[in-house]
């Protein structure tokens, strides 16, 4: 069993002492994209959207947001594309490659008003890359006009109207990030005929872990103990199976200006058990530890 003093309810650690800047993060606007749906195809169905993302970058940039250029990075992306594979021209794939801290989708619609009027609207969600979690959404419309009124203009017009307070909810999303933490899942799997499980007595070395103890139970202070680990839901555990369904590890780095990758939240995991020795065990000292991650789920495995 897991050392149930650490993990009942949800570990707590204190919260990075100062709020995020969203003026420290990049941020690239492109076109919204049902699934499955090709960048370039929506940028040749509408003829709008390429100028109402340049005009959104510039709107943002005069409030001091630091933004990766859509139409260049995208020129890059999809000559890579169609030199190798053509077929990945998605969001999803190009988001990978462009890799923005920030990124805002942007979607145009043309509004009949009747009387030979029309006015455009525009919806932005805007969302963290790292987690895919959305930050802000906010439609607005702008006035109605003849047919004869320059489109792209009701555009800038649209998100002109409610932009200061849609970068103060991007903000603020951000912030409530930053407390929140990024979710990730942890699966420990020991195989069989290794000669130990989770009920096995370990060694760690590791200066906060300078103890011996079960190796379920070193688990769970090492849970406690990491300074990157904000909060986890109790585990689900067997002997050789422990699965940790939701930990929340820290958005940013120490100076809260760059997002903590999961892939070096996974060095640490695995710096830990590759640490561990086993204590009077006769067919083994020394753990082998195998990691691999797929999307926000890490994998450790003991031999």
Known sequence: MLLSFFLTGALSLSAQSTAPNLRNFSIMVIPYLKDGEKINEKLQKNAHIRMAIANLQDAFLSNGLKIIDFSAKYQKYYQD???????????????????????????VEEIDCGDGTHKARVRLKTFLTATSELMADKVSDSNCFVK??????????????????????????????????????????????????????????????????????????????ESKIKSSSPPSNSAQLVVYDE????????????????????????????DLQLVNNAKKVKITVQDNSIGRTIYITLE
């Open 247 to 274: 930990i929340r590890i820290s958005l940013l780095d120490e100076n809260n200006r760059k997002i903590y990758p999961l892939e070096l939240f996974r060095y640490e995991v695995w710096n830990f058990f590759n």
């Open 148 to 225: 004869e009124a320059d489109f792209v203009l009701l555009i800038k017009q649209s998100f002109n109207k409610f932009l200061e307070q849609y970068i103060n909810q991007m903000q603020d999303g951000l912030t409530r990030m930053v407390d929140l933490g990024q979710p990730l899942e942890l699966r420990i799997t020991v195989l069989d005929g290794t000669g130990f499980d989770l009920n096995s007595i370990v060694r760690s070395s590791l200066p906060q872990l300078n103890t011996t103890a079960p190796l379920s139970k070193m688990i769970a202070l090492w849970m406690y103990k």
């Open 81 to 107: 594309q169609v030199m190798t594979e053509p077929t990945s021209d998605t969001k999803a794939q190009f988001v990978q490659y462009a890799a923005p801290d920030i990124f805002a989708e942007i979607e």
